[in-house]
Each structure stands twice: as structure tokens, then as C-alpha cells.
């Protein structure tokens, strides 16, 4: 099967039974409605309120946002599938949904080493603060994450679907996304072209790890020093849900693609997928809420 050829592509089923197939759609559904729901509120929080056009709430918004867009991707085809109880998505759909996924997801890891920067910045140098992190520079800085995730969507996508496919239209995953199409791929020259192009992404998004993990280093060793308990608490309830969302986007993004093929079974892989695609879009609005409930987070005022 050539990659002309192929109109279609069979996406993973999670269950066999009707019964099970509701199920999966009734916990999409919830999902995807809590995402949309909790991160809407945050984002019409920051918009209508003064008092939140700050740096740090203005990467919120943008991570929001990202938020989704990346569940907004996937989730609804899935929902859509299970109700219909078809499997069936288009090439051009397939398509899309691989250059949006990874422009999400890229941009994403790039604001959130940016929010780690304005963490330390805040704690580290907070007389150049409104210098280093004046607005003016945060739109810069979101603008450069945004068309970074763009540039690497469609450096990927076009060179995915460039390759020929002739191992059938049958994807081991609920949605589309690059190592799935790979094993369809006939050369494995042009596999490995595009496998050496995902792992060097994974290596930057774990370099953006690193420079989080340094920053929020540096910022608890100036935190650790200041004298009342009150400012360290403060201090410390901003930065470790910030970092726990990190660490679980940041370690099952790079398990997924990056764990080798000897363990890797569709049942694991859907369970990941689960856990970087659905999982954080739709808990970020409450860690972020319960993060902010001493600084008067307004979201309960809309």
C-alpha cells in the first residue's frame, strides 16, 4: 500500500462492547468538559481582572490556552468515534491532527520553561524584574513559543508524511501522532530520518526541563534564605505545582516517545497517552486555583 493510496487510517479501539464504549465516551466526555470548563474560567479570570495582568498570569493564560488547544485536538475525534463506534480517520484528518498536536505540545514546553525563568527572576533579581519581564518582552517571549511549536509542527509533519507508508492504515493509539505512522513507513532509512528528528526534540524539550529544573534550584536556594515563614510558604506554593505539572508532562512525554520498542505494547502506550494528553489540560486549572488561594485567586467571582 502506497502512500497515495491510503485515504484512511483505523484509529486504536478501546473497547469491543457497546457497553465499554459508552463508558469511554462518558469519561472523555467528562474530561474534556472539566478542561474546557476549568481552563476557560482562569481565562476570562486573567482577562477581566487588573489586577492579573502580571507576567506570571499572562504565561498562565498562554499555558491555558495551549491547554486547549492540545485536548481540543485529540479528545472530540475520540468522543465523536466511541458514540458512532468508528474508527475511521481521514488522511488530511490525520494529518492536521499531527501538525496541531505537536505545535500544542511544543509551544507548551516553551512557555513553561519561560514561566520558570519569571519564577526565578521574581526571586532571584527582583529589582530588574519589571526590566528583564516588562510586557513588552513577555509578548516577545510567548511569541517566540509559539512560533517555535509551530516550526517544529511542520518540520515533523512534512517530513512524516513524505515518507511511504505500506504496512497497512492501522494505528496502535486513539489519535494520531508520529511514532504510530512510522511503523507503517516501508524504508527504514526514512524511519530512522524522522526517528533522529523526534528524539533531537526530545532531547530540546529535556533541555527546557533542565533549564526549569536549574531555575527553580536557584530560586529555592534565595527562597531558603528568606527570614519569615509566611514569604518562604508564599513562595514555595507558587513554584511546586508549577513543577509537578513539569515533571508529569515532562516524564511521560519523554517515556512515550523515547521508552525502547521491547516494552512497548498498545495497552502501555494508551495508558500514556492518557497521562500527558488528557490528564494535565484537564487538572492544571485546579492545581493553579488551589496554588493561588491565598493571593485572592478570583476565578469563584465570574
Known amino acids: 500500500m502506497s502512500k497515495s493510496s491510503i485515504t484512511q487510517f483505523l484509529l486504536l479501539a478501546f473497547a469491543d462492547t457497546q457497553e465499554l464504549q459508552l463508558l469511554h465516551f462518558w469519561l472523555f466526555l467528562g474530561i474534556y468538559l472539566a478542561a474546557l470548563l476549568g481552563n476557560g474560567l482562569i481565562i476570562t479570570a486573567i482577562a477581566c481582572n487588573d489586577c492579573l495582568h502580571t507576567p506570571m498570569y499572562f504565561f498562565l493564560l498562554n499555558i491555558c490556552l495551549l491547554n486547549l488547544g492540545s485536548i481540543s485536538t485529540t479528545l472530540p ?4 468515534n466511541s458514540l458512532w463506534d468508528n474508527r475511521a480517520i481521514s488522511y488530511v484528518g490525520c494529518d492536521a491532527q499531527i501538525v496541531f498536536f505537536i505545535f500544542w505540545i511544543s509551544a507548551l514546553y516553551s512557555v513553561l520553561t519561560v514561566m520558570a525563568y519569571d519564577f526565578y527572576v521574581a526571586i532571584c533579581k527582583p529589582l530588574p524584574y519589571e526590566t528583564l519581564l516588562g510586557s513588552r518582552a513577555c509578548v516577545h517571549m ?3 513559543a509559539w512560533g517555535s511549536g509551530f ?8 517530513n512524516t508524511f513524505s515518507i511511504p507508508l505500506c504496512r497497512g492504515n492501522a494505528l496502535d493509539q486513539f489519535f494520531c501522532e508520529v511514532p504510530q505512522i512510522l511503523k507503517l513507513s516501508c524504508s527504514d532509512s526514512d524511519y530512522l530520518r524522522e526517528a533522529g528528528l523526534l528524539v533531537i526534540s526530545a532531547f530540546l524539550v529535556f533541555g527546557c526541563f533542565v533549564s526549569m529544573l536549574m531555575s ?3 530560586s529555592f ?3 531558603l534564605r528568606i527570614p519569615s515563614e509566611q514569604g518562604r510558604h508564599k513562595a514555595f506554593s507558587t513554584c511546586f505545582p508549577h513543577l509537578a505539572v513539569v515533571s508529569l508532562y515532562g516524564s511521560t512525554g519523554m517515556f512515550a516517545y523515547l521508552k525502547p520498542p ?11 497517552a492518557v497521562l500527558y494528553l488528557l490528564v494535565p489540560p484537564a487538572v492544571n486549572p485546579l492545581i493553579y486555583s ?4 491565598d493571593q485572592g485567586w478570583p476565578v469563584e467571582t465570574i
Open 142 to 144: 510567548a511569541a517566540a
Open 290 to 293: 488551589i496554588r493561588n488561594r
Open 77 to 80: 475525534n475520540s468522543v465523536a
Open 151 to 158: 516550526l517544529n509542527a511542520v518540520l515533523h509533519t512534512a
Open 262 to 272: 521491547s516494552i512497548s505494547s498498545p495497552s502501555l502506550d494508551l495508558v500514556v
Open 216 to 218: 527553580y534550584v536557584q
Open 221 to 223: 536556594r534565595a527562597v
